[in-house]
């Protein structure tokens, strides 16, 4: 006797990619506090717009491995860093917006720089990859971009310890990080993706 419907194994690799897509809006959301708050006071202060930039890279990276044109079945993994990379495009602009002088160049600079290389990255995987090794390329690209920006906050931990203070680090936002990373593993693993589940 044989079933029409979805495999129970294929039902199980959806919602854990669902998961990591819901867990991961919950972390492209997580600035806009910070954003009405720069739009209210018109001023940029002292906040960066570097983590901005940087997530905006590394959506744009991980939208591309999702993407046919690199790797096939992890369609959620593009929609995910299509919403992702919009986000923080939407907050790059605003800190654009109300930087000052010298940080509005700077920012500016930047933004091309991240497109230019989105664009080579593209150019390059495409010209000069045929599709299993776009796909490994592409895929150790945003591996390690990945890597360095999930990386980044344990910086955070030496000032938690010093402070004693979580105020640097909140709960929610590791939460939010740490469920979608499990999901996301979960998705890769069920799709046999190494670069998914990396």
């Not at 979805?6 to 997580?30: E, H, K, Q, R």
């Not at 990379?85 to 010298?102: E, G």
């Not at 030496?158 to 203070?165: A, H």
Request: with cysteine; glycine share 6%; charged share 10%.
């Amino acid at each position: 006797m044989s079933s029409s419907g979805p495999s129970f194994y294929g039902i199980c690799t959806y919602a854990a990619g669902i998961a990591g897509n819901l867990f991961a809006f919950v972390l492209f959301a997580s600035p806009i506090p910070t954003f009405k708050r720069i739009v209210r006071n018109k001023s940029t202060e002292q906040f960066s717009g570097l983590p901005y930039v940087y997530s905006l890279l590394n959506c744009l990276i991980c939208m591309w491995y999702g993407l046919p044109f690199v790797s096939y079945g992890v369609i959620l993994v593009a929609t995910v860093n299509s919403i992702g990379a919009v986000c923080q495009l939407v907050y790059v602009t605003l800190f654009i917006i109300y930087a000052d002088t010298t940080r509005r160049l700077k920012m500016s600079g930047l933004l091309i720089a991240v497109l230019c290389v989105f664009s080579l990255i593209i150019y390059v995987s495409l010209e000069l990859f045929d599709h299993q090794s776009r796909q490994t390329f592409v895929g150790y690209l945003s591996v390690a971009s990945l890597i360095s920006m999930f990386a980044s906050p344990l910086f955070i931990i030496n000032l938690v310890i010093r402070t004693r203070s979580v105020e640097f680090m909140p709960f929610y936002l590791s939460l939010a990080t740490f469920l979608m990373s499990v999901s996301f593993f979960a998705y890769g693993l069920l799709l046999h993706d190494f670069f998914v589940y990396a």
